[in-house]
């Protein structure tokens, strides 16, 4: 039994994940912000810490991940207000990632997505230029650390059904570059199972592909 904890735990991608690992007999343990999401996630059979990553202390961070053999950051401002996109998607993601290397939790897999990089095209005053750019600085300090890392690098996410097939050698640029959230939530699981070795230290992009999940991450 793998004991997990997922940041953002309310999050679509999150609580389908949690169900899976939980499905799995995997100890999940979910954060979330607001209180009244608590019967949510517990519905998926995880357990719900009520914990502000965006102002939670470093210590506290530490406490809740202690124990824990695994880390995915789920959560997200998504480019919507300036000022918490930095401080969700950047500096409360950069804080959980020390947060896991003080508590010695080995792994950490991190949501992405496709368009996260600093040389992006997109307009200084669209707001996921800034989503881009937090996102894409995250990213270099996780691959800069000592963590057994993944980064997952989804497209545009959608709430079709899964198929549990996927591509990881995606055009951002096709009209293709989309993939269920479902099957976001079945590669996370994937990667925290028998996907573990083959998924180490990779930035695997993400769309709707014609691979099934196991083939394609391995």
Same mark, same amino acid.
């Given at each position: ?14 609580? &389908? ?26 519905? @998926? ?10 102002? +939670? ?6 406490? +809740? ?12 401002? $998504? ?5 918490? @996109?930095?401080?969700?998607? &950047? ?12 508590? $010695? ?35 270099a300090h996780l691959r800069g650390s000592s963590l057994a890392w993944t980064i997952l690098m989804p497209g545009l996410l959608t709430e079709d059904p899964g198929t549990g097939r996927v591509s990881t050698t995606p055009d951002?640029?096709?009209?293709? +570059? ?10 996370? @699981? ?29």
């Amino acid at each position: 039994m793998t004991k997990i904890l997922i940041i953002g735990g309310h999050g679509k991608i999150a609580l &389908q994940a949690a169900r899976l690992l939980a499905e799995r007999e995997d100890e999940v343990t979910s954060v979330i912000r607001n209180p009244e999401h608590r019967a949510d996630v517990e519905a @998926t059979g995880a357990r719900a810490l009520v914990l502000d990553i965006e102002h +939670a202390q470093h210590a506290d961070l530490v406490r +809740a991940m202690r124990g824990k053999d695994a880390v995915v950051w789920s959560a997200g401002a $998504g480019g919507g207000d300036l000022a918490r @996109t930095y401080a969700v998607d &950047q500096a409360a993601a950069i804080a959980s990632m020390k947060a896991a290397r003080d508590a $010695g939790v080995p792994r950490y897999v991190m949501v992405s997505f496709l368009g996260a990089a600093l040389d992006h095209p997109l307009p200084y005053d669209e707001g996921f230029f800034h989503y881009a750019q937090a996102k894409a600085v995250a990213d270099a300090h996780l691959r800069g650390s000592s963590l057994a890392w993944t980064i997952l690098m989804p497209g545009l996410l959608t709430e079709d059904p899964g198929t549990g097939r996927v591509s990881t050698t995606p055009d951002p640029a096709e009209e293709t +570059a989309h993939i269920p959230r479902a099957d976001v939530a079945a590669v996370i @699981t994937h990667v925290l199972g028998e996907g573990m070795r083959a998924s180490l230290r990779r930035m695997i992009p993400l769309t709707t592909g014609p691979t099934p999940i196991s083939e394609a991450i391995g």
